[in-house]
C-alpha cells in the first residue's frame, strides 16, 4: 500500500514583531509626549530594541528571526530569503515568512508542533490554525481528499466594485457568433533591393 504524505498549511502570527528585535547601532530619540521625566525633559532615551517608526525596525527584525530560525537547524533559502526548510528524519517543515505572519507547510503534525513550541520559548505568537488567507488569496483544504484550493474571488469582487461593474451581466461569447473571422494570407514577397 502507497503511504501519501499529507501537505498541509497552517498560520502563525508572532506578535509585536519590530518590538523584540534588538538594535545592533546606537539610537537616541526624545522622549515620547507625555512620558517625560518631570525635570530631566532635555535628557534623550538609549533605544535598545526596534519601534515601529524606525527605518531600521523591519532589517532588524528580520536577522533576528533568522537567527531563531537559524538555531533549530533551518536553512534560509538563497534565492527567496523569506522561505526557510528544514527536513529532518522524513519531516519537512518549509515555513514563509511575510513580517508578522508565518505561513508554514509540514508534512506530518508533530513537525508543526514542535516548531510552534519552540516559537514560543523566543516570541508570543497567535496560532491562527490552518491557512485561510495568503496576500489577499483564499486558500481552502480539504483534509479528507488532501485538496487544496486557492481562490481569488475576494479581489475579482473588489476590482468590480471599485470600477463599479458588480451588477455587469455576464457575458458566454465576446465575439457575435455571426461574425467571420477573415484568415490571415500569407504576406506578399516583399520587393528585392
Request: charged letters at 20%.
Given at each position: 500500500?502507497?503511504?501519501?504524505?499529507?501537505?498541509?498549511?497552517?498560520?502563525?502570527?508572532?506578535d509585536?514583531?519590530?518590538?523584540?528585535?534588538?538594535?545592533?547601532?546606537?539610537?537616541?530619540?526624545?522622549?515620547?509626549?507625555?512620558?517625560?521625566?518631570?525635570?530631566?525633559?532635555h535628557?534623550?532615551?538609549?533605544l535598545l530594541?526596534?519601534l515601529?517608526?524606525?527605518?531600521?525596525?523591519?532589517r532588524?527584525?528580520y536577522?533576528?528571526?533568522?537567527?531563531?530560525?537559524?538555531?533549530?537547524?533551518?536553512?534560509?533559502?538563497?534565492?527567496e530569503?523569506?522561505?526557510?526548510?528544514?527536513?529532518?528524519?522524513?519531516?519537512?517543515l518549509?515555513?514563509?515568512?511575510?513580517?508578522?505572519d508565518?505561513?508554514?507547510?509540514?508534512?506530518t503534525?508533530q513537525?508543526?508542533?514542535?516548531?510552534k513550541?519552540?516559537?514560543?520559548?523566543?516570541?508570543?505568537?497567535?496560532?491562527l490554525?490552518?491557512?485561510?488567507w495568503i496576500?489577499?488569496i483564499?486558500?481552502?483544504?480539504d483534509?479528507?481528499?488532501?485538496?487544496?484550493?486557492?481562490?481569488q474571488?475576494?479581489y475579482?469582487?473588489?476590482?468590480?466594485?471599485k470600477?463599479?461593474?458588480h451588477?455587469?451581466?455576464?457575458?458566454?461569447?465576446?465575439?457575435?457568433?455571426?461574425?467571420?473571422i477573415m484568415?490571415?494570407q500569407?504576406?506578399a514577397?516583399?520587393?528585392s533591393?
Amino acid at each position: 500500500m502507497h503511504n501519501r504524505s499529507s501537505w498541509e498549511l497552517e498560520q502563525t502570527d508572532v506578535d509585536g514583531v519590530y518590538l523584540n528585535a534588538p538594535l545592533t547601532e546606537t539610537i537616541y530619540m526624545r522622549q515620547p509626549k507625555g512620558y517625560e521625566v518631570p525635570r530631566k525633559e532635555h535628557l534623550v532615551c538609549w533605544l535598545l530594541h526596534t519601534l515601529y517608526s524606525l527605518k531600521q525596525a523591519g532589517r532588524e527584525w528580520y536577522f533576528h528571526f533568522c537567527d531563531a530560525m537559524l538555531e533549530p537547524g533551518f536553512t534560509c533559502c538563497q534565492t527567496e530569503h523569506v522561505v526557510f526548510h528544514r527536513y529532518k528524519d522524513k519531516n519537512i517543515l518549509i515555513v514563509v515568512v511575510e513580517v508578522d505572519d508565518l505561513t508554514m507547510v509540514r508534512n506530518t503534525q508533530q513537525t508543526i508542533t514542535a516548531f510552534k513550541q519552540q516559537l514560543r520559548q523566543k516570541f508570543k505568537i497567535k496560532d491562527l490554525g490552518d491557512l485561510q488567507w495568503i496576500l489577499g488569496i483564499e486558500v481552502k483544504q480539504d483534509h479528507a481528499t488532501r485538496m487544496i484550493s486557492f481562490s481569488q474571488q475576494a479581489y475579482i469582487n473588489k476590482i468590480l466594485e471599485k470600477f463599479s461593474l458588480h451588477d455587469a451581466k455576464p457575458l458566454s461569447s465576446l465575439l457575435d457568433p455571426h461574425h467571420t473571422i477573415m484568415q490571415s494570407q500569407s504576406p506578399a514577397t516583399p520587393p528585392s533591393v
